[in-house]
Nanobody, 119 residues
Framework: QVQLVESGGGLVQPGGSLRLSCAASGSFGGINTMAWYRQAPGKQRELVAIRTSGGTTNYAEAVKGRFTISRDNAKNTVYLEMSSLKHDDTAVYYC?????????????WGQGTQVTVSS
């Protein structure tokens, strides 16, 4: 079993920055993708950023140039650096990891962390 623990959310003013962290623990390996999603009230969950094991990254158009996804392999942690935050970035942010471990594919989600952008 794998556990994902997110942290770093909170209240920030428009134009501000936050860094989200997602630490993975448990017995696993062979991570293929690590990603961040978000879900705003009344909206569907959407992909924000994704990073493959090869280092390729992709971002939603709405966050390109403002958000950066990165990974610390030694800590099994994925980060989302967010800057120039806008009201529309307000949402619950979830991390997700997927891969194959001992021939079995897996897909885990974190519990979510609230990000509120407000003056």
């Amino acid at each position: 079993q794998v556990q994902l623990v997110e942290s770093g959310g909170g209240l920030v003013q428009p134009g501000g920055s936050l860094r989200l962290s997602c630490a993975a623990s448990g017995s696993f390996g062979g991570i293929n993708t690590m990603a961040w999603y978000r879900q705003a009230p009344g909206k569907q969950r959407e992909l924000v950023a994704i990073r493959t094991s090869g280092g390729t990254t992709n971002y939603a158009e709405a966050v390109k140039g403002r958000f950066t996804i990165s990974r610390d392999n030694a800590k099994n942690t994925v980060y989302l650096e967010m800057s120039s935050l806008k009201h529309d970035d307000t949402a619950v942010y979830y991390c997700r990891i997927g891969g194959v471990w001992r021939t079995r594919p897996y897909d885990y989600w974190g519990q979510g962390t609230q990000v509120t952008v407000s003056s």
